[in-house]
């Protein structure tokens, strides 16, 4: 069974760091474009980096540039997102997805003032 699974979230201070993880099981997630997504209370979600399959590209949204960095672990068949200089802006349910995947129940991060 095809799966990805969102994990790292949590209860952090303004200008703390997390790590996401998206981990996946049955495929091999390299072979994929993954993207992280979020959903703050009340607003509608939006897409936050992307990593391309084939040369690792990256792309952020200008809210996170520069503070946030999406990568790979092949051997962990991972994609990772790492978050630093947190805001409380940043606070949300944040989701790893491919292409015409359906959502995952993601992970809560929570950037305190």
């Known amino acids: 069974q095809m799966h990805l699974a969102e994990s790292g979230g949590g209860l952090v201070q303004s200008g703390g760091s997390l790590r996401l993880s998206c981990a996946a099981s049955?495929?091999?997630?390299?072979?994929?474009?993954v993207k992280w997504f979020r959903q703050a209370p009340g607003k509608e979600r939006e897409g936050v980096a992307c990593?391309?399959?084939?040369?690792?590209?990256?792309t952020y949204a200008d809210s996170v540039k520069d503070r946030f960095t999406i990568s790979r672990d092949n051997a962990k068949n991972t994609v990772y997102l790492q978050m630093n200089s947190l805001k409380p802006e940043d606070t949300g349910v944040y989701y790893c997805?491919?292409?015409?995947?359906?959502w995952g129940q993601g992970t809560q991060v929570t950037v305190s003032s």
């Open positions: 049955g495929f091999t997630l390299n072979m994929y474009a």
């Open positions: 990593i391309k399959a084939t040369d690792t590209t990256t």
């Open positions: 997805r491919r292409p015409n995947d359906s």
